[in-house]
């Protein structure tokens, strides 16, 4: 039967789930288990599990309750009836997008635990996978549509499951994860490249770095300065960090050194240089790398400007392997550009704190230890912009560790309008987000306008990226925070890409 086979395979795939939980947590990922509550907090046993008889699901749901009952339906399970396709199943229905949208990262060789590229490798995790896809942790993927924010376009690359698909996976894990047939299998995508087309330059990094755990602190922040070998003033249309070691890249922040200060680097390396630009003041922050990041490539009709002799100047955040000692030998960055001036060109500024910029107002900034909910907002007033056309086509949230919500907003006639937020703000997941629109239909600024920045942090132990921070300095209680570029230290910029037009 059907329904006795489904509740024997629901029980015993618990079961092993449990265990991959036990190594989620060993491995010190965070994950916040209820023991289950989760898979039974939502019942999802409904139209979407078209073969499947539709009775079943509440006995395996009462599996789900008590993971330490399993391990006795083994048998059962070995002599459960397969010959019935259920829907979904790996083949058919769950294989192509995961493919589509976790094995970007979760690739053997990845920094993302758990390779998720075959069945085998993937039906034990379905359990966690589903706690972090129902709590829109996974995709990382931050800048979201809140009751206070929505952005004039959609974002390109915008990786979120739809609703059907977490439906489907929900489906699936009530089923107890069946296989399929393999000769049913339906095409799986292969993950969108992350190569960028028809690059004119490369330039890698000297020498090497090692990265290896120190106790228990294993993020690690150096900077390296490329050469991007343009005689003359260009524009540059495509942008893309190549990581050297996949297993250590956790993110990169890309800034244009404008005078090409940091070629003195010895090595093109400046070690330790925290979450800044090595001391290097006059530069533009102009990308942001993460784990299975596609290029940049900015609207068609917009370039943005690299000044002849000017350097590129990658800020590396190494996540250590707990497995030992790494080493990048090969990061690099590639470079798509013209010469001929194209009809936007772009600058990014930063607008906040610390003061970038003459008009921000705002009291003297300080989170005291212990603040929850504490909020920290400035205002840039837009001067003139003349006859310009002038657009938004990209912005990125900058805050560190202290930092959990993040919106930027423009104030126009007594209307707020909206441009990002980033309520669930994560230091390890900062990106360039790029609207998805041509140039002419993005965000066009006026004068007049004031863009409002609105800061929030969590200086408590119940924020984990305070803990973390605080474990890599050797403390163990929050402490008070000011404005600058430690660890410690927080700030509160958002980086904008503008393209100025006819
Ligand atoms: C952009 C890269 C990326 C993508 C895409 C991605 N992940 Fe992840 N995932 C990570 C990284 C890196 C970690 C390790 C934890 C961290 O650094 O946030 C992780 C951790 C996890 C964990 C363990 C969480 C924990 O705290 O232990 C699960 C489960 C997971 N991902 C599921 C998924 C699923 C399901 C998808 C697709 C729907 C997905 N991930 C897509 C990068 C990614």
């Not at 490369?202 to 490329?226: A, K, N, R, W, Y």
Request: glycine share 12%; with cysteine.
């Amino acid at each position: 039967m059907v329904a006795r086979g489904t509740v024997a395979r629901g029980t015993v795939a618990r079961g092993t789930v449990a265990i991959t939980w036990g190594l989620a947590l060993a491995l010190g990922s965070g994950l916040g288990l209820g023991c289950g509550d989760d898979g039974q907090a939502r019942e999802t046993n409904d139209t979407t599990t078209p073969t499947s008889g539709g009775t079943e699901g509440s006995a395996t749901d009462s599996g789900a309750t008590d993971p330490s009952a399993d391990g006795t339906a083994t048998d059962t399970a070995e002599t459960s009836d397969t010959s019935q396709a259920q829907r979904p199943n790996w083949h058919e229905d769950i294989a192509p997008f995961v493919a589509q949208s976790c094995r970007g990262c979760h690739t053997a060789g990845s920094v993302a635990p758990f390779p998720m590229d075959d069945y085998e490798q993937t039906w034990p995790l379905a359990a966690a996978m589903l706690l972090q896809i129902d709590a829109a942790a996974m995709p990382p993927w931050h800048a979201i549509e809140t009751d206070e924010c929505s952005p004039p376009n959609g974002f390109k690359h915008d990786p979120r499951l739809t609703p059907e698909q977490i439906e489907m996976m929900h489906a699936w894990v009530d089923l107890g994860m069946p296989e399929g047939d393999p000769a049913n299998a339906v095409p799986v995508p292969e993950p969108p490249s992350t190569d960028l087309a028809d690059p004119t330059a490369t330039d890698f990094m000297q020498g090497s770095i090692d990265v290896q755990p120190e106790g228990p602190v294993l993020d690690f922040f150096h900077c390296l300065s490329l050469d991007p070998g343009n005689g003359e003033e260009v524009f540059v249309d495509g942008m893309q960090v190549i990581p050297g070691n996949d297993a250590i890249a956790h993110h990169v922040l890309v800034y244009i050194d404008i005078d090409g200060a940091s070629a003195a680097w010895p090595d093109g390396q400046r070690l330790d240089c925290g979450g800044g630009t090595g001391g290097i003041s006059n530069v533009r922050l102009v990308g942001a790398w993460v784990p299975g990041s596609l290029p940049m490539e900015p609207p068609e009709g917009v370039g943005i400007r690299l000044p002849a002799g000017a350097r590129i100047l990658l800020n590396m955040h190494y996540h250590a392997a707990v497995t030992g000692p790494e080493t990048d030998g090969g990061t690099g960055i590639a470079l798509r550009w013209t010469t001929t001036p194209p009809q936007y060109v772009s600058d990014f500024r930063l607008i906040g704190v610390p003061g970038v910029d003459g008009s921000l107002t705002t009291a003297p900034f300080f989170i005291p230890a212990g603040a929850t909910d504490h909020v920290e907002e400035v205002e840039f007033s837009v001067p003139t912009v003349g006859g310009a056309d002038v657009r938004i086509w990209s912005i990125l949230n900058h805050m560190h560790k202290v930092g959990v919500d993040m919106k930027v907003s423009v104030m126009r006639g007594g209307e707020e309008l909206c441009l990002v937020q980033t309520p669930a703000y994560d230091y390890n997941w900062q990106r360039i987000y790029e609207y998805d629109a041509d140039v002419g239909d993005t965000f066009r600024v006026q004068a007049g306008d004031v863009v409002r920045v609105r800061c929030t942090y969590d200086n408590t132990l119940d924020n984990p990226s305070v803990v973390e921070a605080l474990q890599e300095v050797g403390l163990d209680q929050p402490q008070d925070v000011q404005l600058g570029e430690g660890t410690l230290d927080e700030m509160c910029i958002t980086g904008v890409g503008v393209a100025i037009g006819p």
